[in-house]
Nanobody, 128 residues
Framework: EVQLQASGGGLVQAGGSLRLSCSYSGFTYDDYAIGWFRQAPGKEREGVTLISSADGTTEYVDSVKGRFTISRDKDKNMVYLQMNSLKPEDTAVYYC?????????????????????WGQGTQVTVSS
């Protein structure tokens, strides 16, 4: 059973930075996509960024490009989300997620409907 554990959320002022971490374990397949979704109050969950374990390919939602960076440490079984230049609209609960599907673009856009593995969320609040 895949287990995902997210941490690192908090309260930050607009323009500030945070780094989220996700530890993972239990994968039974060789390759997978892993990354972050978020859900703001009253809104649908949306894909933020994903990384492929097969080749390190990444995908980002347009609203975070240039500000957020996803990375993975294979040896430590960790995935990180470095969030810079945070905006109030980035306020949400952030979820670590993983799926054996490697179509990152499709996963990012539609994966909230079928992604098989989710961690618990971590709250990110950006004050203006």
């Amino acid at each position: 059973e895949v287990q995902l554990q997210a941490s690192g959320g908090g309260l930050v002022q607009a323009g500030g930075s945070l780094r989220l971490s996700c530890s993972y374990s239990g994968f039974t397949y060789d390759d997978y996509a892993i990354g972050w979704f978020r859900q703001a109050p009253g809104k649908e969950r949306e894909g933020v960024t994903l990384i492929s374990s097969a080749d390190g390919t990444t995908e980002y939602v347009d609203s975070v490009k240039g500000r957020f960076t996803i990375s993975r440490d294979k040896d430590k079984n960790m995935v990180y989300l470095q969030m810079n230049s945070l905006k109030p609209e980035d306020t949400a609960v952030y979820y670590c997620a993983s799926d054996p599907n490697l179509d990152l673009r499709r996963l990012l856009r539609y994966g909230r409907h079928w992604i098989v593995s989710w961690g618990q969320g971590t709250q990110v609040t950006v004050s203006s």
